[in-house]
């Protein structure tokens, strides 16, 4: 529909002559025309921005702000781990779906140096909740914590807090003694709960001159959370220290565990026998043993990007240090370096029974034999 045939529509009263004087020297009749554009399903952003601009020119806020809270939809929550293009591209998309220009509104608003209730609206819809508490509490502190009651984020919902208590702290007139002050801050601790602020995150706003006594009760409360924080604190390190020396009593009796390994013995995944073949092997508590060589080849698939590296970094250093073989002396140097390199192999690589362990889970989807086997 055309603005034109939008304008005939509009029902206005008129007299025999054809002009109505209540319309025409009615200073609202702008805003009572563009109105009923928009009624008709105008979608046209210059309609929206002018009529923004001529409510924000009348002395009473409340037109504005119901036009306001019907156009301007609230900000979308993001969701965590969302790339900034994303919450770009997101934003975007509002924008070019919304009639209004909220950018324009919010200069328009904030130009007037009044309807500061609006411009909250305009930055909530922006998301922008910090810039819309601090201008709330210009105006209406009521109105700020209100909009960090509304905040889900932990950490935001602590700043928003913070500047409500700095400006509790900072504003009217204060007693000498600085009771006022006091007064106003613990009823901001008391509003948001001790959940998210306590008296010490609120002392630097504190006059230096205020006494103790006047929010005592609140020490005593921060105290008495401290010492049943301390005493869940000393019940963990009991609990810690327990199960260090539980796993201390294990390793010692790891250490003097033994185990078997009869003459003839095979190894499981090779057949070959472990003592003719002169060959480093390991024997596991399961009863199976195993070659090093064969258990290499078993394990490594199965191991992750930075223990592979670590197989092969101590797999280096041990060939380095053996082709000093020609010179004993050397190799007494790097006795205890050697023992704690093939250790730390054995911990990679034999850490489990290949056939009882992991590695036998993770292998379930393979086949009994290769190609070249068969």
């Known amino acids: ?16 002559s054809g002009t109505n004087p209540s319309f025409v020297n009615d200073p609202n009749a702008s805003i009572t025309y563009f109105e009923g554009v928009i009624k008709l399903g105008s979608s046209s952003r210059a309609i929206y921005n002018y009529l923004t601009s001529l409510y924000a020119r009348l002395e009473d806020e409340g037109p504005l702000f119901r036009f306001l809270s019907v156009s301007v939809p609230a900000a979308a929550s993001v969701p965590f781990g ?3 293009s994303d919450i770009l591209l997101k934003q975007a998309e509002e924008e070019r779906n919304c009639p209004l220009d909220r950018g324009y509104a919010l200069r328009t608003i904030l130009k007037t140096g009044r309807h500061f209730r609006s411009a909250v609206k305009l930055y909530m819809g922006f998301g922008m909740r910090q810039q819309a508490v601090e201008l709330a509490l210009k105006v209406d502190p009521s109105l700020a914590r209100d909009l960090a009651r ?6 935001e919902t602590k700043r928003l807090w913070l500047m409500i208590a700095r400006n509790a702290a900072g504003n009217g007139t204060t007693a000498r003694d600085g009771k006022d002050v006091v007064s106003r801050v613990v009823m901001v601790l008391k509003e948001c709960g001790p959940d998210i602020l306590s008296i010490e995150d609120v002392l630097p706003f504190l006059p230096d001159f205020a006494q103790i006594d006047q929010f005592k009760d609140e020490i005593c409360e921060a105290l008495a959370s401290y010492s049943s924080k301390i005493e869940h604190y000393l019940k963990e390190m009991n609990e ?3 199960t260090c020396d539980a796993l201390r009593e294990e390793l010692l009796r790891l250490k003097e565990t033994g185990t078997q390994v009869r003459a003839d013995a095979r190894c499981a995944l090779t057949n070959k026998r472990i003592l003719e073949n002169g060959e480093p092997f390991y024997a596991f508590p399961s009863g199976y043993a195993v070659l090093e060589s064969a258990l ?20 280096n250093e041990l060939e380095r240090i053996r082709k000093l073989g020609r010179n004993p002396y050397e190799i007494a140097k790097y006795e205890y370096e050697i023992e704690e390199l093939i250790s730390e192999l054995g911990g990679l690589i034999a850490a489990e029974c290949p056939l009882t362990g992991t590695v036998m889970v993770e292998s379930i989807d393979s086949g009994f034999s290769s190609d070249d086997e068969d």
């Open 240 to 242: 810690c220290d327990q």
């Open 1 to 16: 529909m055309h603005y034109e045939e939008q304008r005939k529509s509009i029902s206005l009263s008129t007299g025999d």
């Open 296 to 315: 290499k080849r078993e394990v490594i698939p199965y191991l992750n990007e930075k223990q592979l590296n670590r197989v092969k970094f101590i797999e």
């Open 150 to 155: 509304q905040c889900d984020d932990n950490g």
């Open 82 to 84: 969302q790339s900034v």
